[in-house]
Nanobody
Framework: QVQLVESGGGLVQPGGSLRLSCAAS????????MNWYRQVPGMQRELVAF???????HCADFAKGRFTISMDNPKNTVSLQMNSLKAEDTAVYYC???????????WGQGTQVTVSS
């Protein structure tokens, strides 16, 4: 059974930082691209960042210079370090695993990030 469990969300003031973590089980971490998405109510889910099996990373334009995605292979964990947070970063953040050859993908339950003074 595949499980992606996010943690680390919460309330933070503008300019603050949060670190989200996603613990994956039931998948071979080395055969999935790991992604972070976010979604605001009424809006489409959007890609925040991804990390490939080779360790290559990509961040959406809004996240570049502020967010960093990383992977801890032995622990099957992927993290998203978010700095200089803005009110517009408020959203539910989801961990996603996509099999590198297509086919199944999996989602976590999401973790709420609220940036507010």
């Amino acid at each position: 059974q595949v499980q992606l469990v996010e943690s680390g969300g919460g309330l933070v003031q503008p300019g603050g930082s949060l670190r989200l973590s996603c613990a994956a089980s039931g998948i071979n971490f080395r055969t999935y691209t790991m992604n972070w998405y976010r979604q605001v109510p009424g809006m489409q889910r959007e890609l925040v960042a991804f990390i490939s099996i080779g360790g290559n990373t990509h961040c959406a334009d809004f996240a570049k210079g502020r967010f960093t995605i990383s992977m801890d292979n032995p622990k099957n964990t992927v993290s998203l370090q978010m700095n200089s947070l803005k009110a517009e970063d408020t959203a539910v953040y989801y961990c996603n695993a996509k099999y590198i050859l297509g086919g199944p993908e999996y989602w976590g339950q999401g973790t709420q990030v609220t940036v507010s003074s």
